[in-house]
């Protein structure tokens, strides 16, 4: 069955320091997704990715910057934590284009203090 | 640029009633559209898509049509139960363009 595992589930970092969410899959995916889950705010995308070593800004990069050394995997980096990233992260693969199943984690618990 | 209103921010129903949960979508070309469920502690689960004007596509009980005219892509479900109790989020993708927009949750809390 395909697979999005994300590390860590949840992390509590601190204002200014550097966090590094990860995401591995196994689905043979092209495509991979960083979003973010905010109540009253629904999923946004962050960052996504097509090829390894390249990634591609979302509607909502700033702050953010992304890594894809793999196929397998795509990690999101918060060079300097603020308080308003405080959210749920999702990742997430695709197979070719936007007219198929995306498959999603299961979710990081980012808590910035 | 595209984008999916979900009008219900939040749904309460009894058990057995009738859901309607509103999408409305606006977008250049000719997108796919999706209905996922997301249960507490979990990602997002892909439920059903249609890919074209008057396509129905339906998944345990749930169905959808794909309306060009109205832009709507509205959720309905003849009887819910308990275990429907989740968050529905309606989205689209565009050929070509490798992102999805999401619309932002509607919360679907039924009781017993």
């Known amino acids: 069955e395909a697979a999005v595992t994300q590390s860590p589930r949840s992390k509590v970092a601190v204002t200014g320091g550097k966090v590094t969410l990860s995401c591995h899959q196994t689905n043979n995916h092209d495509y991979m997704y960083w979003y973010r889950q905010d109540t009253g705010h629904g999923l946004r995308l962050i960052h996504y990715s097509y090829v390894a070593d390249s990634t591609e800004k979302g509607d909502i990069p700033d702050g953010y910057k992304a890594s894809r050394p793999s196929q397998e995997n795509f990690s999101l980096i918060l060079e300097l934590a603020s308080l308003s990233q405080t959210a749920v992260y999702f990742c997430a693969s695709s197979d070719l284009d936007s007219h198929t199943e995306v498959f999603f984690g299961k979710g990081t618990r980012l808590t910035v203090v | 640029g595209d984008s999916v209103t979900q009008t219900e921010g939040q749904v309460a129903l009894s058990e057995e009633d009738f859901l309607t949960i509103h999408c409305n979508y606006s977008?250049?070309?000719?997108?796919?559209l999706f209905w996922y469920v997301q249960y507490p502690g979990e990602g997002p689960q892909f439920l059903f898509r249609a890919s074209r004007d008057k396509e129905k596509g339906s998944s345990r009980g749930f169905e959808a049509t794909y309306d060009k005219g109205t832009t709507s892509f509205h959720l309905r479900k003849a009887s819910v139960q308990e275990s429907d109790s989740a968050v529905y989020y309606c989205?689209?993708?565009?050929?070509?363009?490798?992102?999805?927009?999401f619309g932002k949750g509607t919360s679907l809390t039924v009781i017993p």
């Open positions: 977008a250049s070309g000719y997108p796919a």
């Open positions: 989205a689209l993708g565009e050929a070509g363009y490798q992102n999805f927009y």
